[in-house]
């Protein structure tokens, strides 16, 4: 084993030697692992739900960690020691980086580990599938927060860092409204704009201000360097991620806006939509043409309103014969969301995602939910065949006999 | 191997001047730093160790600069400073492992051997399998010391290694540097006289940041010759009429009664026996001469 590797082997055997972090580890095992059980074959949005909890939560618990463990050496008695040892700055900094990551990754994965075994019996492989991409998805928040706490921490030679860092993102939730989604470090479309923040920090206190105390900067172009592409990273992630706000560009200008014109009347046609599915394809209403359909407007991490979507599934398998087609959008800020639902969730019928969705709370502020006039989520709203509105129910959750008497009902007055 | 300080001054952002034109140099042995806390021992080793800048001066290990050539320093010294910050949920073999890696010690069986020499040196084989957070104070200090030594420096510095440590605890650690001074030079800062007498081939005694002494403590001592005095004191507790000039260095109860210590040129009384001077009776002195009185 290298060397390197050797030294964060033992930062992390110490590391979870750690009362504290053993009882985390164990607890979230067991108690998500319960709360997956509770939630049966829901993996999808149970792994939505999860990524926000783990990101946040384990987020804001490693921000603070890696604020102490960042100024560790930086004591002028006690980490002197560890200072006099003929270690490259850089490489000092990033063991240390590398080493708190890990302990973190790993306490991080015993919720998801427990999360995948306690839906196995209900939903089987996609829970695992589901869980790996909770895991996936909140590692990114972790290693995007951990990594602007610890290089502060380290440049600030205080916690300090890591409490701006916290507080910088309780602010963007605080104010979800206000501040451009573009600043939060959970969302999935935000990636690139915080790898680029994360590389941009790491270069200058690695590659920077740590050789630079310690006396070892002697050829600063390749820092220089470092920094300044980090930051063009940063830029192009800006771009990227402002770009994919809600000017969706599909050969018809400004798709968001005309969805949002419309108003969805008792009796008149049902607003029409054009949503992304997550997989490549668009969700639509025009291909349905002569069909009933059932529109099931939700929030992505709305669990209620999940257990609708295993009923609309079998409605779509026993009616798909007579012409009958459940339509799923889901309103999500966070477009990672949306794309696991749709890739992770099982369901047969199209989910298309509202990437206009500024906020799920009531009122919910989204393009569809304005079109649809919904003060209040989740929303069922069914059309006869010529997409013409029949019903706008607001209900929480749906029975399969219910929807099976709805459809019915419908059936009978439009039989072909 | 040795370390040659020139004109060290240290003046620190809130313009305490720790070091005031420094000079000194040592080649092999044990360099002892004496001096009461705040006096710049700690500064003075912070800056050989490369952990702080000087503000104007020189100084070099192996003839290197510590100002230019840092990493090269770090490679050749060992540190122990005042506060050891080792990872109190390793063991004590992992943490000299670990300690062993940063000296960029690759070759696993080398680094072994290095660990096993260091352990059984300090005796600490039968503990290597203890968590460092389980040790005693004397053990963890043996701990630190055990990983200082793992690089084999040409020059290892350590800070007040025997404070707080229990006599028994004292004694083996001042063993070992008398041991250890025979490979490298050992530049040894604490203000236990007791330590420096035991192991100190040279001395350098520091107060405000001035250097008051640099020499043999052997010289030190000699110029006291014929100076320290012993007075009995009188049965009653009071104390008897001295001379002018009389530095009283101790008190010390002895069968026939309690004797005072001090330092004068001529005899404090006509009852004041000659006594063999001390290097606790030299640091006393030295400590309270005025300013410029060095005697190196």
């Known amino acids: 084993m290298s060397r390197d590797l050797l030294l964060i082997r033992h ?27 509770g939630h049966g074959a829901l993996a999808g949005t149970f792994s939505i739900q999860l990524t926000n909890w783990l990101g946040r939560g384990f987020g ?79 590692a990114m928040t972790l290693l995007t927060v951990g990594t602007l706490s610890f290089m502060l921490s380290r440049m600030m030679r205080s916690p300090l860092g890591g409490v701006l860092t916290v507080f910088a993102w309780f602010c963007t939730m605080a104010g979800a409204r206000f501040v451009p989604t573009t600043f939060q470090p959970d969302f999935s479309q935000n990636r690139l704009v915080f790898l680029g923040l994360g590389l941009f920090v790491f270069a200058l206190c690695a590659l920077g201000v740590e050789r630079w105390r310690r006396g070892e900067m002697r050829q600063p172009a390749a820092p220089i360097a470092a920094v300044l592409g980090s930051l063009l990273l940063t830029g192009v992630g800006l771009a990227n991620a402002n770009g994919r706000q809600p000017n969706m560009t599909t050969g018809v200008s400004n798709i968001w806006d005309r969805i949002t014109l419309q108003h969805a009347r008792q009796g008149e046609r049902a607003p029409g939509f054009w949503l992304p599915d997550g997989r490549g394809g668009l969700v639509r209403t025009a291909p349905h043409a002569g069909k009933i359909l059932l529109i099931f407007i939700f929030a992505a991490d709305d669990m209620e309103a999940a257990q609708t979507l295993p009923v609309l599934d079998q409605i779509a398998r026993e009616y798909a ?31 298309g995602m509202d990437l206009a969705t500024a906020k799920t709370s009531i009122p919910p502020e989204s393009a569809i939910a304005t079109a649809y006039d919904i003060q209040v989520l989740p929303r069922l709203v069914i059309t006869d065949r010529l997409h013409l509105i029949r019903e706008q129910l607001s209900e929480a959750t749906y029975s399969i006999e219910y929807l099976r008497q709805q459809v019915g009902r419908r059936l009978t007055e439009e039989p072909r | 191997m040795g370390i040659e300080v020139q004109d060290l001054c240290k003046v620190y ?14 080649e092999a042995g044990v360099l002892g730093l004496l001096g009461p806390n705040g006096s710049g021992k700690t500064t003075l080793m912070s800056i050989t160790a490369t952990l702080l800048e000087p503000t104007t001066g020189t100084v070099r290990v192996d003839g290197l600069d510590v100002r230019k050539q840092k990493p090269e320093i770090r490679r050749r010294i060992g540190y122990l400073p005042q506060d050891v910050g080792l990872y109190p949920n390793l ?7 670990y300690m062993a890696l940063l000296y960029n010690l690759d070759d696993p069986k080398d680094r072994k051997q290095r660990i096993e020499r260091s352990l059984e040196r300090l005796n600490l084989t039968r503990l290597v399998d203890r968590q460092v957070q389980t040790l005693s104070g004397g053990l ?70 001035k250097l008051r002494y640099f020499g043999t403590p052997e010289k030190l001592l000699q110029s006291l010759q014929g100076r320290v005095w012993m007075v009995a004191m009188p049965p009653g507790g009071e104390r008897p009429q001295l001379g002018e000039g009389f530095l009283e260095t101790g008190l010390y109860r002895e069968p026939a009664g309690i004797q005072l210590r001090g330092v004068s040129d001529s005899a404090p009384c006509v009852d004041a026996q000659v006594a063999v001077p001390n290097l606790e009776d030299a640091y006393v002195w030295l400590m309270t001469r005025e300013e410029g009185a060095v005697v190196a």
């Open chain 2, 13 to 26: 952002d809130n313009r305490v001047r720790a070091l005031d034109h420094v000079h000194l140099e040592a």
């Open chain 1, 321 to 351: 014969d007579r012409g009958v087609q459940p339509i799923g959008v889901c309103l999500a800020q966070d477009h990672g969301d949306g794309w696991t639902l749709a890739r992770m969730g099982g369901y047969h019928f199209p989910i």
């Open chain 2, 91 to 97: 063991t004590v073999y992992e943490t000299l492992d």
């Open chain 1, 11 to 37: 930062g992390v055997v110490a590391g979870l030697r750690n009362p504290g972090l053993r009882l985390l580890g164990l607890v979230s095992f067991l108690g998500v692992g319960a709360a997956a059980w």
């Open chain 1, 60 to 138: 804001v618990a490693a921000a603070l960690w890696f604020a102490y463990s960042a100024i560790r050496d930086q004591d002028e008695r006690t980490g002197a020691m560890l200072r006099s040892k003929p270690v490259d700055g850089a490489r000092w900094v990033t063991l240390n980086w590398a080493t708190g990551m890990c302990v973190w990754l790993f306490l991080m994965l015993l919720p998801c580990l427990g999360a995948a075994i306690g839906q196995f019996p209900a939903a089987g492989f996609t829970s695992v599938a589901s869980h790996a991409v909770a895991f996936g998805r909140a």
């Open chain 2, 140 to 209: 963890r200090q043996r701990v630190a010391l055990a990983q200082a030594v793992l690089s084999q420096p040409s020059l290892l510095i350590v800070d007040e290694p025997t404070a707080g440590l229990d006599p028994e605890e004292r004694i083996r650690v001042r063993s070992f540097f008398a041991d250890l001074a025979r490979e490298c030079l050992i530049v040894l800062s604490t203000h236990i006289v007791a330590d420096i007498e035991a192991v100190a081939s040279s001395l350098a005694v520091l107060r405000f940041g």
